[in-house]
């Protein structure tokens, strides 16, 4: 059975409500046979991201970054799931042994989430991982049409493994 690994940083109201619309997506009645994983950042391991098919990832934009939690994530896991860089320091993502699986990304922030959704889909870009839906970029207060595109974007990671 394909696995989806949903591995977040919620410390907030908002953050967590899209996780669970995202959680809620995956989980959708009308997709059968995905083994849905849901992880915090602090706690998913390099097993975890090598058990699974697919992932989705979600963080707060701090300071225009990613959440430390999650840039813990990449830090912890990077070289044992095939993470590389050529001898210029560029990504090599032919060594990464999750190349080529979808991903999803949600990032909520209160000001801006460039940055944040920037340095998680250059990580991403150096493991081989190909987005396979649309970011999920919320600003601000968490509106109904935001829960949807965050539910959404779990189903559709479901569905396409």
Same mark, same amino acid.
């Given at each position: 059975?394909?696995? +989806?690994?949903?591995?977040?940083?919620?410390?907030? $109201?908002?953050?967590?409500? +899209? $996780?669970?619309? !995202?959680? &809620?997506?995956?989980?959708?009645?009308?997709?059968?046979?995905?083994?849905?994983?849901?992880?915090? *950042?602090?706690? *998913? $391991?390099?097993?975890?991201?090598?058990?699974?098919?697919? @992932? !989705?990832?979600?963080?707060?934009?701090?300071?225009? @970054?990613?959440?430390? *939690? +999650?840039?813990?994530?990449?830090?912890? $896991?990077?070289?044992?799931?095939?993470?590389?860089?050529?001898? &210029?320091?560029?990504?090599?993502?032919?060594?990464?042994?999750?190349?080529?699986?979808?991903?999803?990304? @949600?990032?909520?922030?209160? @000001?801006?989430?460039?940055? &944040?959704?920037?340095?998680?889909?250059?990580?991403?870009?150096?493991?081989?991982?190909?987005?396979?839906? *649309?970011?999920?970029?919320?600003?601000?207060?968490?509106?109904?049409?935001?829960?949807?595109?965050?539910?959404?974007?779990?189903?559709?990671?479901?569905?396409?493994?």
């Amino acid at each position: 059975m394909p696995g +989806l690994l949903i591995v977040h940083h919620s410390p907030t $109201t908002s953050l967590q409500q +899209l $996780t669970d619309a !995202v959680v &809620a997506g995956a989980h959708d009645e009308q997709i059968a046979g995905v083994d849905v994983m849901v992880r915090s *950042a602090l706690e *998913a $391991t390099a097993g975890d991201v090598l058990a699974a098919d697919g @992932y !989705v990832l979600g963080s707060s934009a701090n300071f225009g @970054y990613m959440s430390g *939690a +999650l840039k813990h994530f990449f830090d912890s $896991t990077f070289l044992e799931i095939g993470g590389a860089l050529d001898p &210029a320091g560029g990504a090599d993502s032919s060594a990464s042994a999750t190349a080529k699986r979808p991903l999803g990304v @949600y990032v909520h922030g209160r @000001y801006d989430t460039t940055g &944040a959704i920037r340095s998680i889909l250059a990580i991403t870009g150096a493991l081989g991982w190909t987005q396979s839906a *649309a970011t999920v970029d919320v600003l601000g207060e968490v509106k109904p049409e935001d829960l949807e595109a965050a539910f959404n974007l779990g189903a559709t990671l479901a569905a396409v493994l």
